[in-house]
C-alpha cells in the first residue's frame, strides 16, 4: 500500500524558536498533502491543504505566517511552525492523495509529537 | 450543524459482543465515506469504504443510507484488539477536497 512518512516523529523544542516537519510520499506522487493537527481527546482538524508548485489553502483560524508550508515536489511538504508556543503543542498529521491514480483515499503519516517547553 | 456527527462514546463492550456505531453528514452533495481507525497517539488507517450496497470485511459491515443521510459501521466478536477510536469520514468528489472527519467514537473491548 501507499506509504507515507514524516519526520520527525517526536520534538521538543523551547518557547519561540521553529520546528519543521517534513512529510514524504515514498512510492506515490501527491499533487496535493493535508496537514492536521490534533489535541488530546480531540477530533483531527484540518489546518491546511498543501499544493506542489503553488501556495497552500489554510483554514479558517489558522495563521499562514505562523505555520509555513513549503510543496516543493511531489513527494515532499514540509511544515514550520514559526515562533512555536507551549498552546503549539499538539500531534501534527500529514497525509496524502496519490495524484493521477483515481484514488479518493488518503494515507497517513504516522504524525510529529510537537511538545513546546 | 456540523458537517459530521458521530455517536457519542465510550462504548464499553464485553468480549464476543455486536456493536454499533453511526454516524451522519450534512453535505447531501458527499460522494464517498469511509470508516478510519486511530488508536492511541497513533495516524489514522483506513478501516473500510462505505458503499451505498454495503459492505463486508470479515466481522465489519459498513453501510450507508444516502436517502437519511447516514453511516453505519457493525463490528461482530468484539476483539480486545478492536479497542480504539473509530472515525466517520465523508468527502465531495474532488481531487483537493480534503477529507472531513467525525469526532470518533472510542470503543473499548474488555475482557
Known amino acids: 500500500g501507499a506509504v507515507v512518512s514524516q519526520h520527525p516523529s517526536r520534538v521538543i523544542c523551547k518557547s519561540g524558536t521553529s520546528v519543521k516537519i517534513e512529510c514524504r510520499s515514498l512510492?506515490?506522487?501527491?499533487?496535493?498533502m493535508f496537514w492536521y493537527r490534533q489535541f488530546p481527546k480531540q477530533s483531527l482538524m484540518l489546518m491546511a491543504t498543501?499544493?506542489?508548485?503553488?501556495?497552500?489553502?489554510?483554514e479558517q483560524g489558522v495563521e499562514k505566517d505562523k505555520f509555513l508550508i513549503n510543496h516543493a515536489s511531489l513527494t515532499l511538504s514540509t511544515l514550520t511552525v514559526t515562533s512555536a508556543h507551549p498552546e503549539d503543542s499538539s500531534f501534527y498529521i500529514c497525509?496524502?492523495?496519490?495524484?493521477?491514480?483515481?484514488?479518493?483515499?488518503?494515507?497517513f503519516g504516522p504524525g510529529t509529537r510537537l511538545t513546546v517547553t | 450543524r456540523k458537517e459530521v456527527e458521530q455517536d457519542p462514546g465510550p462504548f464499553n463492550v464485553p468480549e464476543g459482543a455486536t456493536v454499533a456505531f453511526n454516524c451522519t453528514y450534512s453535505n447531501s452533495a458527499s460522494q464517498s465515506f469511509f470508516w478510519y481507525r486511530q488508536d492511541c497517539r497513533k495516524e489514522p488507517k483506513l478501516l473500510m469504504s462505505?458503499?451505498?450496497s454495503g459492505n463486508e470485511d470479515g466481522r465489519f459491515t459498513a453501510q450507508l443510507n444516502r436517502a437519511s443521510q447516514y453511516i453505519s459501521l457493525l463490528i461482530r466478536d468484539s476483539k480486545l484488539s478492536d479497542s480504539a477510536t473509530y472515525l466517520c469520514v465523508v468527502i465531495t468528489y474532488s481531487g483537493n477536497t480534503p477529507l472531513v472527519f467525525g469526532k470518533g467514537t472510542r470503543l473499548s473491548v474488555i475482557a
Open positions: 498543501s499544493n506542489e508548485g503553488s501556495k497552500a489553502t489554510y
Open positions: 462505505v458503499y451505498s
Open positions: 497525509s496524502a492523495r496519490p495524484t493521477g491514480t483515481g484514488e479518493v483515499e488518503q494515507y
Open positions: 512510492d506515490f506522487q501527491a499533487t496535493t
